[in-house]
């Protein structure tokens, strides 16, 4: 009797910076420049929209990058950039889905915010998207911690999405990193919270570093 063995791909996580962008940028060109030209704008305070061509997307995500008013982590197989989390300030990331309904019930802003997880076409299914969340979480403890949100969809209960691309992440995903309801913004959106003061999970990396996303979100296409 044989078995066969596998383990997830070994990742390396890099901050986008101007030493970084080139490898950004060709994995946003490699995949339609994401949604069509979106180069990852959506959350920023410019948007994205029908006045905004790819090409102003584009020198607007540098012009972030070159001024240092980005956060967003590369998920590296060898040397090519596989996907990314961005994350940021709410100054930094406003715009945010279904925002009426978020400020209706706003008490407190956090300290950080998730906003768009993005896998390369050819690399779903094999834990990028969980490499770069963990990485992003490092990253926010490093800086000093706080309270950090994510707005992702639920899965459970839902009529399956045939074909489609949970761009700020399956609620299944933030829970493994020890994310909690903190209330809903749509349907099938929500509001998660992790506390980084006390986090349970602060050690999950060191404990177990060859665990990758469920196959709930597998199945997703996004990790």
């Known amino acids: 009797m044989s078995f066969e063995v596998s383990f997830a791909p070994a990742y390396t996580t890099k901050p986008l910076t101007t030493a970084t962008w080139e490898d950004f940028a060709r994995l946003v060109e490699a995949n339609n420049g994401v949604w069509g030209g979106c180069w990852c704008m959506?959350?920023?305070p410019e948007g994205v929209g029908p006045e905004h061509t790819a090409e102003d997307n584009c020198d607007a995500k540098r012009h972030h990058v070159a001024n240092g008013t980005?956060?967003?982590?590369?998920?590296?197989?060898?040397?090519?950039c596989v996907g990314w989390c961005q994350y940021g300030s709410p100054a930094e990331l406003?715009?945010?889905?279904?925002?009426?309904?978020?400020?209706?019930?706003?008490?407190?802003?956090?300290?950080?915010?998730?906003g768009c997880i993005f896998t390369g076409s050819r690399h779903r299914g094999a834990g990028v998207a969980r490499a770069a969340v963990s990485g992003t979480l490092d990253a926010i403890r490093a800086g000093g911690g706080g309270v950090v949100?994510?707005?992702?969809?639920?899965?459970?209960?839902?009529?399956?999405?045939?074909?489609?691309?949970?761009?700020?992440?399956?609620?299944?995903l933030f829970e493994q990193?020890?994310?909690v309801r903190d209330?809903?913004?749509?349907?099938?959106?929500?509001?998660?919270?992790?506390?980084?003061?006390?986090?349970?999970y602060a050690d999950l990396a060191a404990r177990n570093?060859?665990?990758h996303a469920s196959p709930r979100s597998d199945n997703l296409g996004l990790t």
């Open 70 to 80: 980005v956060h967003q982590t590369l998920v590296y197989a060898g040397d090519d």
């Open 42 to 44: 959506g959350f920023h």
């Open 94 to 114: 406003p715009n945010i889905k279904n925002r009426a309904a978020y400020e209706k019930g706003l008490r407190t802003l956090p300290d950080w915010r998730i």
């Open 183 to 200: 209330r809903q913004i749509a349907k099938w959106r929500w509001v998660m919270r992790l506390d980084l003061a006390d986090d349970p």
């Open 209 to 211: 570093p060859r665990a």
């Open 149 to 172: 949100e994510a707005y992702p969809e639920q899965v459970e209960g839902r009529p399956p999405q045939r074909g489609a691309y949970l761009h700020t992440g399956p609620e299944s």
């Open 177 to 179: 990193f020890g994310f």
